[in-house]
């Protein structure tokens, strides 16, 4: 497992916890060496993401597809609407309606 996926599986953990972003972050078994901020940011969004809106059908969407997709990084577009439209990519390319 890469150091960001075991980030992103802190931050569902951190999310099931009640702990805030920056709780998240000061967590001391965190490793953030070498994981931009705009990293950090995706993870803590696709986190969000993924406790909130979780639906078995759609599975895990791999971080390696997630950091290949065109709309990443976000740029200057809206975040949530980013996020959507690479789940609706995800869901597309894979048959899930």
Known sequence: ???VEHLFENAIVALELNRTKEQWLNANELNLDGVSNEIIEVIWDLAIYTKYTYEPSLNAIPVGWILNHPKFPYKNEDRKK??????????RENGIS
């Open 1 to 3: 497992m890469s150091n």
């Open 82 to 91: 980013c996020i959507l439209d690479m789940i609706e990519d995800w869901e």
